[in-house]
């Protein structure tokens, strides 16, 4: 595929790190029967390390309490081993492009729903729901707080250093992720859903 390119391929286990830091991917594919360290624990380790990149997990068998794990393991999907090229290619893209396609596994599943809603009433609002289950990664959660203290992009570009269109591309992936029309919907949404809070500096 020509859109497509494979910077890396490691072993599951103290390999990956190392060359995800030297090469950091838009995506990384993981298997969940991986031998020396559990896929889901190594998707924890690197949306913790480097939550801009999207985790694709990949079971010989989908079970519903992999897909909860997996929705806990922020991961962006979850597929079988054995799809398609085409299936594979399409998953990518979309998350490379932001997309949760986990996301419509668990609405076509009401348990595992309820499991996810269930856990939302017993977790603080704040950071532990962003941790837990969030669309965006965490410079677009930086420049969400911005927008909601009332800052313009050029005075959040003027904040973290980087340009204003830089920050006008954050916007309109936030925009999209939180099927938002515009910014204060945004900031409502993302309060709604506990991913930021206006009581922060």
Not at 101 to 109: R, S
Not at 164 to 185: C, F, G, M, Y
Request: contains cysteine; charged residues 25%.
């Amino acid at each position: 595929m020509p859109d497509i390119e494979v910077c890396g391929e490691a072993s599951v286990g103290k390999e990956v790190l190392p060359t995800i830091d030297i090469s950091p991917p838009d995506v990384v594919l993981i298997d969940i029967d991986a031998p020396s360290l559990s896929g889901l624990e190594l998707a924890r380790i690197i949306k913790g390390r480097l939550p801009s990149i999207a985790t694709v997990i990949l079971t010989p068998k989908p079970d519903d309490e992999q897909l909860f794990q997996s929705i806990k393991a922020r991961a962006a999907a979850y597929i079988p081993r054995d799809v398609t090229a085409e299936e594979l290619t399409s998953t990518i893209r979309k998350v490379a492009a932001g997309e949760h396609p986990i996301n419509e596994n668990m609405t076509a599943n009401p348990r595992v729903a309820e499991k996810v809603l269930d856990n939302f009433q017993e977790l603080t609002w704040g950071e532990q729901v962003e941790t837990f289950l969030s669309p965006l990664t965490h410079r677009e959660t930086e420049i969400l707080n911005y927008i909601a203290q009332g800052y313009l992009n050029k005075q959040i570009a003027a904040e973290l250093h980087i340009s204003e269109q830089t920050i006008k591309n954050h916007v309109t992936s936030i925009l999209r992720k939180l099927d938002a029309n515009a910014r204060t919907q945004a900031v409502i949404i993302a309060i709604k859903r506990g991913l930021i809070s206006l009581s922060e500096d």
